[in-house]
């Protein structure tokens, strides 16, 4: 036994004084800013999300960055502007997506077009320097066909305003069959008084080739004039003579569209639809499902049925059927994709609220005299609240998954949008010539979905807390 | 058992009716059912009218189809391809299964192996390369590697033979080894899609046994690690893998739409999407109820291999429902 000075002894406090708990120094961290804390720390989620928002920034801003609006104004005219390669400023100077293009061409046109004033600069190699010193060189007797390396937006101006691709070969048909086909065909424009003076006055017009006197229905006094002229098409389509300044950065689609604008309209109208179908999927399937798990009984049983039955429905099977019944309107895409699509929502809710709906906190709650709704709201919600947008996130790159195969497929067909998968199934047509109508829509979607499954991942593991401290 | 099975098996039969009949009905629908085509006259209309009781409430014209199906095997009439849907339909089946048969009996060995090597070595390099490879194949939709695989491997680098399978004629022109050769490119891309989401769940089930007690028990007991994992953990890993590979064995049977219509293969899938192309109801009919057969089958099946695998489940089967 110590012997202890009982004087050495002295309360800790004095009686008038009361032991209080401290607060905390440390700052209070709630669940959503513990959550964000460790998403930030979620390297790739962080990357997928900035590259989400910045995706998010060209859908809403892009169809509107280059103005250019040909295809509706004119299609014909567009369409002889259809299929050029992409050239994108700056990035060109690196030798990639600098505009120009191999193509196989006839021997005499190609010469013909190396050696006249208006096809200066359009070879930028692949010419043999032989041919050029000698055009009869006998090396080259045989070979009818060259390929070389052109800016293809000079060239595309040269072909469509000058002188056609098949000008000698049309030629050369005309004398073996005794034909009268004209070569220039292509290019020549007839226009009337009024266009002539338009054209004139923007200085578009390279040479005049006739000009046609018939006699005006209207007033037999003055006659009526038609002149059949070249124009230069770049300069009448696009207001410049200067090919090289013209940009398409993505290339333009079949038509003459630009790919840059098309791509980000499909890409917007899958987004809307994807927001569209995941919230009304979410209200459905949460309200039923919150309802069923929390009150239970025969409510329950009767809709476990019904689900089994609504869920075994193929999601093939009722697409094909609406867009047979209905034709591809988008609300028909939204009905599809809604009516089988809620069961998910329905699922986790009727769990969660399953769940949480006999812990203690729910018991004190209804102690405390709460009405049913306000339990549901404002004590079981918020937590399965981080499940649920887990759930929502990821909701959205399947549902863009789903509608680009599907209009891949050509099941789901917009009357007046392009989807990106009708994008990537007209590129799969033609990918041998024009492989750019593919490949930059491929990416895209291929960047979206890795950036979105990447995002959902790291929100599940964001708001799953039984994860701190882990990783 | 048995009467759990029977109880199963009584449920989806209902269900399968139930489904089968809103199709029928919602076909039925459809404004424009019958095309009369000219020259065939309306003989043949009338012959088709009585039979499948075209003029008879929808409900009976349901009772007349199955009554064909039992009585004649006749599923009904296409008009596409004039003849009975069924004679066309199953013939095409072969087709669907020799292009898919071969990845799929690749993809499973190999998504195992593939997963259980990621789990053994979590969180090295060699699970990272593993699970960024899982992440984009798991991503970009299955139709975009296909086209991409076309463009760079035939038209690019010129390495395949063909961006598409050899037809029977080809077959016989080109030689056998050709059309087999033709074959490469989409069972490659067919396997390397369909790994990494059965890698992903072995590995994430592998992960799971490893951190369980067991384990630390057949560790201190001196087993290394690798008898561990393969004695022990591997085999509880695979339980709830199991039923998926039994599942993926039917689905052999049904073609993919995108795999048929990328590579041009004469299968079921690339009939399914002509008969919507060419809005021929019967044949629809046949391949949403015969597709929808399938699927009720597998669902039947991953029941009974759950039981099979799983001894707890063996053990309270009754209450499962």
């Known amino acids: ?44 989620s ?146 009337n008084q009024e266009e002539f003076d338009v054209e004139i006055k923007n200085n578009t017009i390279i040479d005049i080739l006739q000009i046609l006197e018939t006699q005006n229905p209207d007033d037999p006094d003055k006659p009526f004039f038609q002149y059949i002229v070249r124009i230069n098409q770049f300069k009448s389509s696009l207001g410049t003579s200067d090919p090289s300044s013209v940009y398409f950065w993505f290339g333009t689609t079949d038509k003459g ?84 699509g809620w069961i998910g929502n329905y699922r986790t809710g009727r769990m969660q609220f399953y769940r949480f709906k006999n812990r203690e906190y729910v018991f004190a709650a209804k102690t405390l005299g709460a009405s049913d709704a306000r339990i549901m709201f404002k004590h079981i919600f918020p937590n399965t609240l981080g499940y649920i947008v887990t759930g929502l996130a990821l909701s959205i790159p399947i549902f863009v998954f789903t509608e680009a195969t599907f209009s891949f497929l050509n099941i789901i067909q917009y009357a007046n949008v392009t989807s990106v998968g009708m994008l990537i199934q007209k ?32 929100l599940r593991d964001a708001f799953n807390p039984s994860l701190r401290g882990v990783e | ?51 499948e009781g075209w003029n008879e409430p929808i409900i009976v014209q349901f009772g007349l189809w199955i009554k064909n199906i039992f009585t004649e095997g006749n599923f009904g009439y296409s008009h596409i391809m004039n003849r009975d849907v069924s004679e066309a339909y199953f013939k095409k089946i072969p087709a669907s299964i020799k292009i898919n048969i071969v990845p799929y009996f690749l993809s499973v060995p190999l998504a195992i192996i593939i997963g259980v090597y990621a789990a053994i070595k979590k969180n090295k390099w060699q699970d990272t390369v593993i699970s960024v490879w899982i992440m984009v194949f798991i991503s970009i939709p299955f139709f975009v590697v296909a086209v991409l695989s076309q463009y760079f491997f035939y038209w690019k680098w010129h390495l395949a033979p063909d961006y ?35 890698a992903r769940y072995v590995r994430a089930e592998l992960t799971e046994q ?77 391949i949403n109820a015969f597709g929808q057969f399938l699927t009720l089958t597998s669902a039947i099946l991953a029941d009974v291999s759950y039981t099979l695998f799983d001894p707890r489940m063996r053990v309270g089967s009754g209450k499962l429902s």
């Open chain 2, 210 to 286: 490893m951190t369980l007690d067991y384990m630390l028990l057949a560790r201190s007991k001196g087993l290394t690690q690798k008898q561990a994992v393969f004695g022990h953990a591997l085999r509880n890993a695979l339980v709830p893998i199991l039923p998926g590979i039994f599942i993926g064995i039917i689905g052999i049977l049904d073609g993919g739409l995108i795999t048929e219509k990328i590579f041009r293969v004469d299968g079921t899938g690339r009939m399914y999407l002509a008969a919507f192309n060419g809005r021929d109801y019967a044949l629809l009919m046949l």
């Open chain 1, 427 to 458: 590129g799969q047509a033609v990918m041998m010539q024009h492989p750019h109508l593919l490949l930059f829509p491929a990416v895209y979607i291929s960047i979206l979905m890795i950036a979105f499954n990447l995002f959902g991942n790291g």
């Open chain 1, 46 to 191: 962080f990357v997928a999300f900035i590259i989400i928002c910045v995706i998010m920034f060209f859908v809403v801003v892009g169809p509107y960055m280059r103005g250019y609006d040909l295809v509706n104004e004119d299609p014909i005219e567009a369409s002889r502007l259809g299929n050029l390669v992409p050239r994108i400023p700056v990035i060109e100077k690196l030798g990639i997506f600098d505009g120009t293009k191999t193509i196989q061409a006839g021997k005499q046109f190609l010469l013909d077009m190396y050696t006249n004033e208006m096809g200066q600069g359009i070879i930028l190699s692949g010419m043999p320097q032989a041919l050029i010193d000698n055009p009869e060189d006998p090396a080259y007797a045989d070979v009818n066909m060259l390929e070389v390396v052109v800016d293809h937006y000079k060239y595309t101006n040269y072909i469509s305003s000058y002188k056609p691709e098949r000008y000698y070969s049309i030629i050369s048909q005309n004398e073996i069959n005794g034909t009268n086909n004209d070569p220039l065909a292509e290019v020549k424009r007839t226009l």
């Open chain 2, 164 to 198: 598409k399978i050899a037809t029977a004629s080809e077959f016989t022109e080109l030689g056998f080894w050709y059309g087999i050769s033709t074959y490469i490119l989409p069972v490659i891309v067919l396997t390397v899609v369909s790994i990494p989401g059965m």
């Open chain 2, 1 to 51: 058992m048995i009467k759990y099975l029977m109880k199963r098996m009584g449920l989806m039969f209902i269900t399968f009716i139930i489904t089968i009949f809103l199709f029928f009905f919602f076909i039925k629908l459809m404004p424009d059912n019958f095309v009369p085509s000219p020259g065939v006259g309306n003989e043949w209309y009338e012959q088709l009218a009585e039979k």
């Open chain 1, 257 to 340: 569209g630009d790919l840059f604008t098309d791509l980000w309209l499909g890409a917007r109208i899958s987004l809307i639809m994807a927001l569209c179908v995941v919230s009304i999927n979410a209200i459905v399937g949460l309200t039923i499902g919150s309802t069923v798990g929390y009150y239970g009984g025969v409510f329950d049983l009767i809709m476990d049925r019904l689900v089994e039955i609504i869920s075994s429905i193929p999601f093939l099977s009722l697409l094909t059927l609406l867009t047979i019944r209905f034709g591809s309107a988008t609300w028909v895409i939204v009905v599809a994709f809604t009516a089988t």
């Open chain 1, 1 to 44: 036994m110590m012997n202890i000075n009982k004087k050495d002894l002295v309360l800790v406090y004095e009686d008038d004084k009361e032991i209080v708990d401290v607060s905390l120094e440390s700052k209070r961290i709630g669940y959503y800013q513990d959550s964000w804390n460790r998403f930030k720390k979620n390297k790739a």
